[in-house]
């Protein structure tokens, strides 16, 4: 979380540091110039080495990078952007590492549901930083702000030691039952598409994410701990919906009322349409509608997460044994959405008026928009052949277009 002054020609917010908006958006856009350096490394390590290493060794990173926020920012402005740059560079092995686990644990029977618990952790985290910063913005040590960075740089030390302990890597070294070995091996089984969903996605996160705020700040006038609890909101939809929207997903499939196909593009439809027409229309509610407001960001968090039986799961599909590298190839291009999403708010909010954040919202929603149309043309729901298990032909069953659930995966596991 980074906490900013920021001055305008109509608005004057008190803070420790007297930042340019110049330097404020640099700081918010260069995470994502680290971000997007390490994702495709971090896919072929995650397949190398494992999952639980690489995943480990990035939250134990970026928790003590995090820790040395405060010190360093109070000497200089540029110090943290250097910090932000080696944060995005650490944290970008997260999801290719989540995913190449979920390649290698995830059922496609359960893969939806799976998912969405999965992504819901992360919303969770969210939401209780939200509310949780919002307070120690106003009331926490070291001048508010400082204790947001130590309290979720420990905390997340905290957990990185705790992952090392309970998770492993595959079935093969979990000392789970033999049923459940069995059923694992018996059923765990483009790019473009991918690409192009993923950004579309990852610019209405980061909008919810590191826009949102700014908004709420400088075009309504809310105070910081008033905002962390409504910026919270999308979380809380997202929280709720992500394990519900892959429950259906997989349904869907399972009964065969809905090709694989026909699912990952509804699900990916709707979460980008939906997201951008929620945050249009959001941009011209006033300051007095804050419940209005709050409602509307529930509702985006909820559609957006539909995503994640979109094109999330449609990256495992595609090619089980490589989804880390896929994620990492696929997330690289998309991560750029969150740098251009930043510098174009700031460009856009040179007065911080609530006008010119309906441009912002607009053209938001072009981006989110593009990014279905461009999945819905491009996507592919079978395992593609250079992915295939040697030795295997993968057979597609027509009514649903998945793969035979049978496949081998002794080459995986």
Same mark, same amino acid.
Request: net charge neutral; hydrophobic share 45%; charged share 10%.
């Given at each position: 979380?980074?906490?900013?002054?920021?001055?305008?020609?109509?608005?004057?917010?008190?803070?420790?540091?007297?930042?340019?908006?110049?330097?404020?958006?640099?700081?918010?856009?260069?995470?994502?110039?680290?971000?997007?350096?390490?994702?495709?490394?971090?896919?072929?390590?995650?397949?190398?080495?494992?999952?639980?290493?690489?995943?480990?060794?990035?939250?134990?990173?970026?928790?003590?990078?995090?820790?040395?926020?405060?010190?360093?920012?109070?000497?200089?402005?540029?110090?943290?952007?250097?910090?932000?740059?080696?944060?995005?560079?650490?944290?970008?092995?997260?999801?290719?590492?989540?995913?190449?686990?979920?390649?290698?644990?995830?059922?496609?029977?359960?893969?939806?549901?799976?998912?969405?618990?999965?992504?819901?952790?992360?919303?969770?985290?969210?939401?209780?930083?939200?509310?949780?910063?919002?307070?120690?913005?106003?009331?926490?040590?070291?001048?508010?702000?400082?204790?947001?960075?130590?309290?979720?740089?420990?905390?997340?030390?905290?957990?990185?030691?705790?992952?090392?302990?309970?998770?492993?890597?595959?079935?093969?070294?979990?000392?789970?039952?033999?049923? $459940?070995?069995?059923?694992?091996?018996?059923?765990?089984?483009?790019?473009?598409?991918?690409?192009?969903?993923?950004?579309?996605?990852?610019?209405?996160?980061?909008?919810?994410?590191? +826009?949102?705020?700014?908004?709420?700040? $400088?075009?309504?006038?809310?105070?910081?701990?008033?905002?962390?609890?409504?910026?919270?909101?999308?979380?809380?939809?997202?929280?709720?919906?992500?394990?519900?929207?892959?429950? +259906?997903?997989?349904?869907?499939?399972?009964?065969?009322?809905?090709?694989?196909?026909?699912?990952?593009?509804?699900?990916?439809?709707?979460?980008?349409?939906?997201?951008?027409?929620?945050?249009?229309?959001?941009?011209?509610?006033?300051?007095?509608?804050?419940?209005?407001?709050?409602?509307?960001?529930?509702?985006?968090?909820?559609? +957006?997460?539909?995503?994640?039986?979109?094109?999330?799961?449609?990256?495992? $599909?595609?090619?089980?044994?490589?989804?880390?590298?896929?994620?990492?190839?696929?997330?690289?291009?998309?991560?750029?959405?969150?740098?251009?999403?930043?510098?174009?708010?700031?460009?856009?909010?040179?007065?911080?008026?609530?006008?010119?954040?309906?441009?912002?919202?607009?053209?938001?929603?072009?981006?989110?928009?593009?990014?279905?149309? +461009?999945?819905?043309?491009?996507?592919?729901?079978?395992?593609?052949?250079?992915?295939?298990?040697?030795?295997?032909?993968?057979?597609?069953?027509?009514?649903?277009?998945?793969?035979?659930?049978?496949?081998?995966?002794?080459?995986?596991?």
């Amino acid at each position: 979380m980074l906490v900013l002054t920021s001055h305008s020609t109509l608005q004057h917010f008190e803070g420790e540091f007297e930042w340019s908006n110049t330097l404020q958006s640099n700081i918010l856009a260069c995470y994502f110039y680290g971000y997007i350096s390490t994702n495709i490394l971090a896919g072929i390590l995650a397949n190398k080495y494992g999952g639980k290493r690489v995943l480990g060794g990035s939250l134990l990173f970026a928790s003590i990078l995090t820790i040395l926020h405060p010190s360093l920012s109070r000497i200089s402005g540029y110090l943290t952007i250097v910090l932000r740059i080696l944060t995005g560079l650490v944290s970008a092995p997260m999801f290719p590492a989540i995913l190449s686990l979920m390649g290698l644990w995830a059922p496609p029977s359960e893969r939806g549901l799976l998912i969405g618990i999965t992504f819901a952790g992360q919303v969770l985290g969210n939401i209780v930083g939200f509310v949780i910063f919002g307070y120690l913005c106003e009331y926490g040590f070291d001048n508010g702000w400082g204790s947001i960075f130590y309290t979720s740089g420990v905390t997340t030390l905290i957990f990185s030691f705790v992952w090392y302990y309970v998770v492993y890597d595959n079935p093969d070294l979990h000392p789970i039952s033999q049923e $459940e070995h069995a059923y694992l091996s018996r059923t765990i089984t483009c790019e473009k598409a991918i690409i192009f969903g993923l950004f579309g996605y990852n610019w209405g996160a980061n909008s919810l994410q590191l +826009l949102l705020p700014l908004y709420i700040k $400088e075009a309504l006038n809310v105070n910081a701990a008033s905002n962390g609890i409504i910026s919270s909101a999308p979380s809380i939809g997202e929280a709720i919906a992500l394990p519900l929207w892959g429950k +259906l997903a997989d349904m869907l499939r399972s009964k065969n009322y809905m090709s694989t196909h026909s699912v990952r593009v509804l699900f990916q439809t709707v979460a980008l349409v939906a997201c951008a027409s929620l945050l249009i229309i959001m941009g011209y509610l006033r300051c007095d509608q804050i419940i209005l407001i709050c409602i509307f960001l529930f509702l985006c968090g909820a559609s +957006l997460s539909l995503s994640c039986s979109g094109v999330v799961a449609n990256n495992i $599909e595609i090619a089980p044994n490589y989804a880390g590298v896929i994620y990492g190839l696929a997330n690289t291009v998309s991560a750029l959405s969150g740098s251009f999403s930043s510098l174009c708010a700031k460009a856009l909010t040179t007065n911080a008026t609530q006008s010119e954040w309906q441009i912002v919202f607009v053209l938001c929603g072009a981006v989110l928009v593009s990014g279905a149309i +461009l999945f819905v043309v491009l996507v592919r729901t079978e395992i593609q052949d250079w992915a295939s298990p040697e030795g295997s032909e993968p057979s597609v069953n027509p009514k649903d277009g998945t793969k035979n659930e049978s496949l081998a995966v002794s080459s995986r596991i």
